[in-house]
Antibody, heavy 116, light 107 residues
Framework: QVQLVESGGGLVEPGGSLRLSCAAS????????MSWLRQAPGKGLEWVSY????????LYAESVRGRFTISRDNAKNSLYLQMNSLRAEDTAVYYC?????????WGQGTVVTVSS | DIQMTQSPSSLSASVGDRVTITCRAS??????LGWFQQKPGQAPKSLIY???TLRSGVPSKFSGNTSGTDFTLTISSLQPEDSATYYC?????????FGQGTKLEIK
């Protein structure tokens, strides 16, 4: 079955960087758009970014544009999110997701905390 | 960006009841609307896509419908395990925006 396992979260100071990873299995990774979404503590869901099959197209939420970079390695069945210039408001659980008619499958999430 | 206005923000219902949650889109999104269930401490789970199509394995007690830019999720024969927060998401255009969520309590 579809499995998405995120890693790379942690505590980082404002202005710092983190790189999130997502290991995918149970499906042909290169056949799907992939996305990152997040959920701040006690808040709702927010779409962050997506990448197309072969990384030709990417898109970002306005809140992270210019600071975050999404990428994928189809040979490794992996999705990444490079997060730079982190702010306190980026504190959230970050989810990796497969896109099939909208967001279809979610990982369990990785926690990112931005604090001094 | 397309705004999704979800209501109510919370509701309480009894075992066996039927409830309806509504999402209104700020502009036309055709049928590109999905519904998610999230239980505390867990990742969201996709229930419905394309307004009314159930994801594989989702029980038929969940159903979706639309009237123009208003979309509804109906849950019938409520059970304790249906207690969760439910979200809608439009995927007609990026960014794929969500409603604010509806917290469902089972009395």
């Amino acid at each position: 079955q579809v499995q998405l396992v995120e890693s790379g979260g942690g505590l980082v100071e404002p202005g710092g960087s983190l790189r999130l990873s997502c290991a995918a299995s149970g499906f042909i990774f290169s056949d799907y758009y992939m996305s990152w979404l997040r959920q701040a503590p006690g808040k709702g869901l927010e779409w962050v970014s997506y990448v197309s099959f072969t990384s030709t197209y990417t898109l970002y939420a306005e809140s992270v544009r210019g600071r975050f970079t999404i990428s994928r390695d189809n040979a490794k069945n992996s999705l990444y999110l490079q997060m730079n210039s982190l702010r306190a408001e980026d504190t959230a659980v970050y989810y990796c997701a497969r896109d099939l008619f909208g967001t279809s499958d979610w990982g369990q999430g990785t926690v990112v905390t931005v604090s001094s | 960006d397309i705004q999704m206005t979800q209501s109510p923000s919370s509701l309480s219902a009894s075992v066996g009841d039927r409830v309806t949650i509504t999402c209104r889109a700020s502009q036309a999104i055709s049928i590109y609307l999905g519904w998610f269930q999230q239980k505390p401490g867990q990742a969201p789970k996709s229930l419905i896509y394309a307004t009314s199509t159930l994801r594989s394995g989702v029980p038929s007690k969940f159903s979706g419908n639309t009237s123009g830019t208003d979309f509804t999720l109906t849950i019938s024969s409520l059970q304790p395990e249906d207690s969760a927060t439910y979200y809608c998401q439009q995927y007609n255009s990026y960014p794929h925006t969500f409603g604010q969520g509806t917290k469902l309590e089972i009395k």
